[in-house]
């Protein structure tokens, strides 16, 4: 019994792994549900746990009866990826404008201070 699955029936180190693909998905959904509500301190801070469950969930190659399943998840955290990447642009340029404005006010003021003297 050296390979991971016996028939159907997963061993324990492949229910370990199935259980972190599992872990992964529903933390990008969640990681894009906090992107939605603007929530991006919290998005940044479960990037590093993310991280983590795809280099644990990568280190070994699946077992082939597990590959279709393991490729449907993969696929599906690319959707959430593509989405949560396309929020991040967004609110990048939206930080950009606001910076562009803050750094217009403060050069009106140093202008408007510098005429006063």
Known sequence: MSAALVGDIAQP???????????????????????RAGEWDDVF?????RQRLIRDA????????????????????LALDKELIALG??????LSVGLI?????????????QNMR
């Open 13 to 35: 180190n492949e229910l370990d792994r199935l259980g972190q693909f599992d872990a992964l998905i529903q933390l990008s959904r969640a990681m894009l549900s906090k992107a």
């Open 45 to 49: 801070g479960m990037e590093s746990q």
């Open 58 to 77: 990568f280190a070994q190659p699946p077992a082939v009866e597990r590959a279709a399943g393991i490729a449907a998840g993969i696929r599906e955290i």
């Open 89 to 94: 642009r967004q609110r990048m340029a939206e």
């Open 101 to 113: 404005g803050w750094r217009k006010g403060c050069k009106a003021t140093a202008a408007y201070a």
